[in-house]
């Protein structure tokens, strides 16, 4: 059995797309491209899809990741191509790799999330940002299904920076861009969760919903903050494999 290991994306309007949605078009693409998929057993059975910690309804991403499970060997990129024209522009398979290394989920530790706050004086958030860095705790408040729950924001946040203005923002209203650096923690602290800590700290309140995108999740450097890319070790094992069969094959007789 074969295992390979995607990455994807939420783009434009598809950031609206829930999880169990793209689960449902997923699994339709696989359909269409036709792939040799494994599946489980039971009454019911269900394709062999392991899905890792996707971002919440609302939010862009441009790192998203699972794996699939293959009956008969299929090549990575070639996969990767028919999958991503079986989906819609916005959900785009942008790599792929044959998992050869355990443990993908155990390597998204943290997250890199931009922040565009329209009608935020970047100033106003600088402020609002060293505010959050200088605060020893940020407790904020989320409503779950067992009511409302209060925890610390702070402790997870490796990395709150503002970002010089872009060239593509209207000149005629402010606009701050934040770039967060936050661990995967049990409870999750979110991009929503550090806006309302920005809120408490300094009383830092957009006029209009934050436009939120992922930018990579991985394995958290902790000596550099750096979120590293989760299926680099895939690829170097891939490489060294390779390596192996080419030195094994000159060293054999002729």
Not at 67 to 76: C, F, H, N, Q
Not at 234 to 241: G, H, P, Q, T
Request: net charge negative; proline share 7%; with cysteine.
């Amino acid at each position: 059995m074969q295992r390979i290991r995607l990455r994807y994306t939420k783009r434009g309007r598809l950031r609206f797309t829930s999880h169990r949605d793209f689960q449902r078009a997923f699994e339709r693409a696989l359909r269409r491209a036709e792939v040799p998929m494994a599946y489980s057993a039971g009454f019911t059975p269900h394709p062999k899809v392991s899905y890792a910690n996707a971002a919440p309804t609302g939010t862009g991403s441009e790192a998203e990741y699972l794996e699939i499970a293959l009956t008969a060997a299929r090549e990575p990129e070639t996969l990767r191509v028919l999958l991503d024209e079986s989906l819609p522009t916005g959900l785009d398979i942008v790599d792929a790799v044959e998992a050869r290394t355990p443990g993908l989920a155990d390597r998204l530790t943290a997250s890199v999330w931009e922040l565009r706050l329209d009608g935020v004086d970047p100033a106003d958030a600088e402020r609002a940002v060293r505010a959050f860095d200088a605060a020893e705790s940020v407790e904020v408040q989320r409503m779950t299904k067992n009511g409302v729950r209060t925890f610390d924001a702070r402790p997870a946040v490796v990395h709150l920076e503002t970002l010089s203005e872009t060239a593509d923002r209207p000149t005629d209203q402010p606009c701050a861009i934040l770039r967060l650096v936050v661990r995967h923690v049990t409870p999750a602290v979110r991009p929503d969760d550090v806006l309302s800590g920005l809120r408490a700290v300094a009383d830092l309140a957009p006029p209009v919903p934050a436009a939120v995108t992922r930018l990579a999740q991985g394995l958290l450097d902790e000596e550099t903050g750096a979120v590293t890319d989760p299926l680099a070790p895939d690829r170097e094992a891939a490489e060294a494999f390779t390596t192996a069969d080419a030195t094994a094959a000159a060293k054999a007789p002729a």
